[in-house]
């Protein structure tokens, strides 16, 4: 194999999606339409008007969503990640920093790692902080806190 073969194959990205655009990068797939996908390497837009401003392995799956970092997903409708596996899987939640988890719908990581944010519009921030799937409308900050309880917060 030459050099120029190689870079031939690295740089393969595919769009055969209506109004989606790769700008730069290599091996960038999109197969929804009116997506996006700027630079990066590896990186997948599955979902109709889904976003990838750049970095490595992340995946838009979620219709009106964002990835960006390295190895961050959405799945969720309007759902935000960005860090370093960062996933937002709810209907409109957002997850910031590393290894975090937004799960329940309308919930919003604000940073940290290794958070998990399981309920319904909770807040979660800090480093491996939980709030369970029962803990709705509940807040937790600190450090190796959980809430289970609804409409909670935990400090420290």
């Given at each position: 194999?030459?050099?120029a073969q190689?870079?031939?194959?690295?740089?393969?990205?595919?769009?055969?999606?209506?109004?989606?655009a790769?700008?730069?990068?290599?091996?960038?797939?999109?197969?929804?339409c009116?997506?996006f996908?700027?630079?990066?390497?590896?990186?997948?837009?599955?979902?109709?008007?889904?976003?990838?401003?750049?970095?490595?392995?992340?995946?838009?799956e979620?219709?009106?969503?964002?990835?960006?970092?390295?190895e961050s997903?959405?799945?969720?409708?309007?759902?935000?990640?960005h860090?370093?596996?960062?996933?937002a899987?709810?209907?409109?939640?957002?997850?910031f920093?590393?290894?975090?988890?937004?799960?329940?719908?309308n919930?919003?990581?604000?940073?940290g790692?290794?958070?998990?944010?399981?309920?319904q519009?909770s807040f979660?921030?800090?480093f491996?902080n939980?709030?369970?799937?029962?803990?709705k409308?509940?807040?937790?900050?600190?450090?190796?806190?959980?809430v289970?309880?609804?409409?909670s917060?935990?400090?420290?």
């Open positions: 194999i030459t050099q190689i870079e031939r194959e690295v740089v393969k990205n595919t769009s055969p999606a209506r109004y989606s790769i700008v730069a990068g290599g091996n960038n797939k999109i197969s929804s009116y997506s996908i700027g630079g990066g390497t590896l990186n997948t837009g599955s979902g109709d008007y889904s976003f990838i401003g750049g970095g490595q392995s992340n995946i838009a979620g219709v009106h969503s964002y990835a960006g970092g390295q997903c959405t799945t969720g409708a309007q759902g935000f990640a860090g370093y596996q960062a996933c899987t709810g209907d409109a939640s957002a997850a920093g590393a290894v975090q988890e937004a799960i329940g719908a919930s919003f990581i604000a940073g790692a290794s958070n998990s944010a399981c309920a519009y979660v921030g800090g491996n939980e709030t369970t799937s029962t803990a409308a509940s807040s937790v900050l600190g450090e190796s806190n959980c289970n309880a609804p409409w917060f935990a400090v420290g």
